[in-house]
């Protein structure tokens, strides 16, 4: 999980976080409890406590446009949180950064049609509910190829209309074309 | 220039009364401009959103002069009423505790159906719409919620209406089919509407599959194109490319899962395909005149020529 701004990052290792809470290798922070308590309360609460402390700014002239980026919340579920209690927390995200803060949320699911995961699929399809923008990435079905890595398919909210591309992935950057027109086969 | 267009219809619509299907009106429009009472789910997908269409109701509500109460449970207030005209939204009331500090925690669901309760206002046939239904059934019981909506029928006045957002992608067929027993009219949202004129518009047209339950005998089903205007006025497009009647014609088919379907091509025939096809003549009922050789089918097989098998 990661926080931005224009003036920095904020971190959350929270795969790090939620060993040293469970083997016990974490000191109390002066009675503050965990954003990972989760795993042992099912409550996310302090995760979105964490969440707000940490992109409320201080200051009238800092924070605009702050940006939640959760990589990715589908670990939530894996650590035991329920489906409904990830989607409240993404709820109560929402209300801070998208409409309190004029923020913007970018959160990484994983998804598969044949998934047997019904509550990681119920999270997923009410993502894509409430989002404005979603991106669905996959893989080429015609199978691995080196010059063309996948598609990305993107449609907005309100408008039935997808869009595809594909793209490359570079060294420091990712490079999108349209179906048929990478570099190698014009 | 959307409400301009839509005016005469309106005036159509009311003048019908109740009537479900004005001759110029389809049973959609009908729908929207007063002609539904009681429970109207609109059921929609991931990859087919149904939000437009109750922006759609709480416009044609308030050009009627009715009292609209939009709860919002998925949405906030800014994002309902985005594109929505300035008098449109003065006009609207919300319940949208959910969006407003203090947040209420934990999810207090059963206090948000009791403020709900007490909707009851005066006037014209006032309208709620349930942004979204399936924010509470993710909650709440299926009982409840049922008992809940039913309250909320019973306390309104005669003639009003509770329009419910149902994502249907995110409960059991079964629980859906069973809201929709309780339903008045549903509204099946489906993908884009293959139109006889190519048209170039901002919000390409749709289909929707309109069920409704008349309180005697049986229901109706008809698929119908439409779309919805940024400023939430309901628009209809020309004919569908097909148009089979009632109960035929193309089926809404959402694509699952949130990706789009990757068939290329129709399994079904549109209703010219079809009449084309079945006015072809058979290959063995064809004759050559060029040669004079008739070809003649096959004679039917004998199954036991042998005459071994009968035992």
Redesign the interface.
Known sequence: MMFSSLEGLVFLEGLKSCLDLLFGEQEEQLGQPSPLQFISTSDLKALFDFVQVSLTPASSDSWKGPVLLVDDLSVLLSLGATAVAVLDFIHYCRVVVCSQLKGNIVVLVHSNEDSEDEENELVVNSLCHHSDLILWVEGLVTGFCKDVHGQVMHWRAWRDVVQTYQYKIQDKNVTFFARGLSAAVL | MGSDVIAPRMRAASEGGAKMAAPRSGLLQALVEGGASGLVLVR?S????G??LLRAFATAAVKRSEPVLVVLL???R?SFEAGLSPDVKQRLQYQDR??T?P?P???DVGGLLGALGGRGSPGPSPTLLLD?L?WLL??MRPPHVGGAIAGLLRGGTEGGRVVALL?E??HPPSLVRALGAMATAQLVLG??APMATPLSQA??P?LVRVLTRPRRGGGTQKDEAFTVHPNGTLGVPPPLLATEGEGGGPSPTPP?????S?ITFRLRLSGAERAARAAVTPPYEHRSSMQGVPIDPDPPEDEDPDEDLDV
């Open positions: 929609d991931a990859a087919c959103e939000r437009s998925d949405v906030p800014e959910l969006w500090p947040l925690c934990p999810m979204s399936s993710l909650r994502h992608d995110l993908g884009p919000t390409p749709r699952s899962g949130g990706a789009p990757p």
